[in-house]
């Protein structure tokens, strides 16, 4: 399975932007997707990769992490192998590489979906800055 993000941009802070992930492959409109995101590099050290959103193969059931929660939507639409992620009121800290990742299977268990290796496959990002 292959997952390509789009949708980037620099935007100003309070500005929306809804980033796109497209999938391939046999398994995506059955699998759990949720959306990460790795902050620039402080003082030369390299962020983790954090949770921000998942969805269920239905697209019925979400969860967001404290931060996403009340500003950002996720949404998938099976027919055009497709997971979104409304992102609003965007403030500087969002500022990121956004990820896009897969987990094969129908389960949407809520612990493991928001480990970074607990994801079966990745996308390799698209930038978001926001700027205040």
């Known amino acids: 399975v292959q997952l390509v993000e789009s949708g980037g941009a620099s935007v100003q802070a309070g500005d929306s932007l809804k980033l796109s992930c497209a999938g391939s492959g046999h398994t995506f409109g059955s699998d759990a997707i949720s959306w990460y995101r790795r902050a620039p590099e402080k003082e030369r050290v390299p962020q983790e990769r954090?949770?921000?959103?998942?969805?269920?193969?239905?697209?019925?059931?979400?969860h967001y992490s404290d931060s996403a929660k009340g500003r950002f939507i996720i949404s998938r639409d099976n027919a055009k192998n497709m997971v979104y992620l409304q992102m609003t009121d965007l403030k500087p800290d969002d500022t990121a590489v956004y990820y896009c990742?897969?987990?094969?299977?129908?389960?949407?268990?809520?612990?493991?979906?928001?480990?970074?290796?607990?994801?079966?496959?990745w996308g390799k990002g698209t930038l978001v800055t926001v700027s205040s």
């Open positions: 990742a897969g987990r094969f299977g129908t389960a949407f268990p809520v612990i493991l979906i928001q480990r970074q290796d607990e994801m079966h496959y």
């Open positions: 954090k949770f921000v959103a998942a969805i269920d193969s239905s697209g019925m059931v979400t």
